[in-house]
C-alpha cells in the first residue's frame, strides 16, 4: 500500500459505544494529524504528533484519546461520543513539522465518515 | 485569531474557461502556502505548493503569491467539469504555530 490509509471508511456507533479509528502512512514521515471536517465548516486539527511524541492538543474533549504508538500508526479512541461529533475524521501525514517548503506537506489519508447515534 | 479567508461560492464557469481562485491571510510573516482540492465525500488532495512570490505553474494549474497584499490564487485554465469540486487554501508560519490553517474553501462548479 502506498500513502495514508484508514480503516474502517465508515462507522456508525452508539453513543455508549467505544471504537478506535486507525491511520497507517507509508511515506516515511515523522508527523501525523488528526483533523475534523463537518458539514460546511473548516477543517479543524485535533492532535499532532512528531516522532511519537503529541506536540498539539487542541482542545479536544476527552472523550478523543489518540495513540502514535511508533512514526507510521496513529489511533483515535472514541468513546461516550455525542451526536455532534458526527463528522469525517481525517489523517494526514508530513515529513515534518517545520522549516519550510515540502517538509511541511500534508497528505491526507482518504478518511473516516463517522456517525454517532 | 490568524485567519485564512476565502470566498464560499459557488463559482460557476463554463467549461473551457479560467477560473480563478482567491484566498487571503492575516499573519504577515506566513510562509508555506497551499492548495487542495476536495471532491465531495472524499479527503483533500494537494494540487499545488507555492513558497515565494510570483506564479508558479504545473500543467493547468497556476498559483499565484503576493505576500505584500497578503493574498494567495488559483488559476485553472481551461476549467474541465472534473474540476469540479471544493478547493482549500491552507497557510502555514510561525505566527500561526508552525500549524497548517485551512480556510472554508470555494466550491467551484465547471459547466459544460
Redesign the interface.
Known amino acids: 500500500e502506498t500513502g495514508v490509509t484508514q480503516t474502517p471508511r465508515h462507522l456508525v456507533m452508539g453513543m455508549t459505544n467505544k471504537k478506535s479509528l486507525k491511520c497507517e502512512q507509508h511515506l516515511g514521515h515523522n508527523a501525523m494529524y488528526w483533523y475534523k471536517q463537518s458539514a460546511?465548516?473548516?477543517?479543524e486539527?485535533m492532535f499532532?504528533y512528531s516522532l511519537e511524541e503529541r506536540v498539539?492538543n487542541n482542545s479536544v474533549p476527552s472523550r478523543f484519546s489518540p495513540e502514535c504508538p511508533n512514526s507510521s500508526h496513529l489511533f483515535l479512541h472514541l468513546h461516550t461520543l455525542q451526536p455532534e461529533d458526527s463528522a469525517?475524521y481525517?489523517c494526514a501525514s508530513s515529513r515534518g513539522?517545520?522549516g519550510?517548503?515540502?517538509v511541511?506537506?500534508?497528505?491526507?489519508?482518504?478518511?473516516t465518515?463517522l456517525l454517532v447515534l | 485569531q490568524k485567519e485564512v479567508e476565502q470566498n464560499s461560492g459557488p463559482l460557476s464557469v463554463p467549461e473551457g474557461a479560467i477560473a480563478s481562485l482567491n484566498c487571503t491571510y492575516s499573519d504577515r510573516v506566513s510562509?508555506?502556502f497551499?492548495w487542495?482540492r476536495q471532491y465531495s465525500?472524499?479527503?483533500?488532495?494537494?494540487i499545488m505548493?507555492i513558497?515565494s512570490n510570483g506564479d508558479k505553474e504545473d500543467g493547468r494549474f497556476t498559483a499565484q503569491l503576493n505576500k505584500a497584499s497578503q493574498y494567495v490564487s488559483l488559476l485553472i485554465r481551461d476549467s474541465q467539469p472534473s474540476d469540479s469540486a471544493t478547493y482549500?487554501c491552507?497557510v502555514?508560519g510561525?505566527e500561526y504555530?508552525?500549524?497548517?490553517v485551512?480556510?472554508?474553501?470555494t466550491i467551484l462548479r465547471v459547466k459544460s
Open positions: 460546511k465548516k473548516p477543517l486539527l499532532v498539539e469525517l481525517l513539522l517545520a519550510g517548503g515540502d511541511e506537506t500534508q497528505y491526507f489519508g482518504p478518511g465518515r | 510562509q508555506s497551499f487542495y465525500g472524499k479527503s483533500p488532495e494537494l505548493s513558497y482549500l491552507a502555514t510561525a504555530g508552525n500549524k497548517l485551512f480556510g472554508a474553501g
